[in-house]
């Protein structure tokens, strides 16, 4: 009795030995398969996702370029059903993660509909193809090249403006402008502040307002095209002309300084144009008399 006791006993011992070693096993087993797979680790998981869209978003500009719809509409698909599963903790800001989400509903609009825009298909395509580069490149983005382009099309409106042209050829010119602009736009929100975003908004609006009247104000549209350099140099931090623009405040207050910034220009905006509201009103009385 007492013999088949112990031989239980000892069966119990190495039975509870073996399971404790296969679970220990097993473990380790498990541990170097999430070490050696990265969609199994939540830290390389966020990573590895962004640059996985960037890439979907490079192969799917390629695609609009070459007018391949099916291509367009499978991949466009795959970067939305991956946006749900990125982590953009530390990534961007509310602002960013807005502007990069419209971009992808924008060519998800493009792309369904029955008779597709060509143009306005790879332009959105490009806008996204950008937003995901500037998330997934803290350093170089591709944005910043577009510098030159903004330039030169800052140039052409300000020697337009300075040669006296039409309000059409004004006009012609900040829509070109503009849509570079809307281009980079979503790529500079994701690693931007919000208010730097604001001011040149703001400043587009009224340049806007300028060129498309029928009588263009030549005096104050070269003043803002002037202002305009300086936002355009902020904008794609050009320290060589930084100067005339550095942060009054630093640190926990830039913000705050920012909007300080923005309410003046638009009380600048806001006074410009009740003067040319009564300057308008003066006339139509001294014509009725």
Request: aromatic share 6%; glycine share 2%; net charge positive.
């Amino acid at each position: 009795m007492k013999r088949t006791s112990m031989r239980k006993a000892r069966l119990l011992a190495v039975s509870l030995m073996a399971l404790l070693l296969w679970t220990n096993m097993t473990y380790r087993v498990c541990a170097q398969s999430v070490e050696s797979n990265p969609s199994r680790n939540p830290q390389l998981s966020s990573n590895y996702t962004i640059s996985q869209l960037n890439e979907e978003a490079a192969l799917l500009y390629r695609r609009a370029l070459e007018n391949n719809m099916e291509e367009v509409r499978a991949s466009i698909a795959r970067i939305s059903s991956s946006l749900q599963h990125i982590s953009f903790e530390g990534q961007t800001s509310v602002e960013g993660i807005h502007a990069l989400s419209e971009t992808v509903v924008e060519v998800k609009e493009a792309s369904v509909k029955l008779q597709a825009d060509r143009q306005l298909l790879q332009e959105a395509s490009a806008k996204l193809r950008l937003a995901a580069d500037s998330l997934a490149n803290r350093v170089k983005p591709l944005w910043l090249q577009y510098y030159k382009i903004v330039k030169d099309d800052l140039d052409a409106l300000s020697l337009a403006a300075n040669q006296n042209q039409s309000a059409a050829i004004l006009a012609k010119r900040y829509l070109v402008l503009e849509q570079h602009y809307e281009t980079i736009r979503p790529a500079a929100m994701i690693r931007l502040e919000p208010y730097q975003i604001a001011q040149t908004d703001a400043w587009l609006s009224h340049i806007k307002g300028l060129t498309h009247a029928k009588q263009p104000d030549a005096a104050q549209l070269r003043s803002m095209i002037a202002h305009g350099e300086q936002l355009v140099n902020q904008l794609f931090g050009r320290e060589k002309d930084e100067s005339a623009f550095v942060p009054f405040v630093q640190g926990p207050d830039r913000r705050a300084a920012g909007l300080m910034i923005s309410s003046v220009i638009v009380a600048a905006l806001s006074y410009a144009g009740y003067r040319k509201y009564r300057a308008q009103q003066q006339d139509i009385f001294t014509y009725r008399r």
